[in-house]
């Protein structure tokens, strides 16, 4: 079992930064999958980054490609989501989710998730 507790939404102007953090807990292996999804009102779930915990590799979504950044930090079992250039479409509720094995796109493929943290960026 893995637990997932995410933090550091907030409201933001557009143009700024938000780090989010996912403090996990519980089985933790080298084989996990660490990713964030978001989800804007009225719309899918959408993936947004993952890291592979033990080999650190990272996937992006295409629309947050450089400007958004996933880390981890192996000693505290934390993975970040450093977001920066916020526009006022990365307004979501974004969630970590976990999963064993390779870095997949599908919401429905991860067993382990968190309650959310929002982000809101005002124009």
């Known amino acids: 079992q893995v637990q997932l507790v995410e933090s550091g939404g907030g409201l933001v102007q557009a143009g700024g930064s938000l780090r989010l953090s996912c403090a996990a807990s519980?089985?933790?292996?080298?084989?996990?999958?660490m990713t964030w999804f978001r989800q804007a009102p009225g719309k899918e779930r959408e993936f947004v980054a993952a890291?592979?915990?033990?080999?650190?590799?990272?996937a992006y979504a295409d629309s947050v490609k450089g400007r958004f950044t996933i880390s981890r930090d192996n000693a505290k079992s934390t993975v970040y989501l450093q977001m920066n250039s916020l526009k006022p479409e990365d307004t979501a509720d974004y969630y970590c989710?976990?999963?064993?094995?390779?870095?997949?796109?599908?919401?429905?493929?991860?067993?382990?998730w968190g309650q959310g943290t929002q982000v809101t960026v005002s124009s």
């Open positions: 890291i592979r915990w033990g080999a650190g590799d990272t």
């Open positions: 989710a976990a999963r064993l094995g390779w870095v997949v796109f599908a919401e429905y493929e991860y067993a382990y």
């Open positions: 519980g089985r933790i292996y080298s084989s996990h999958v």
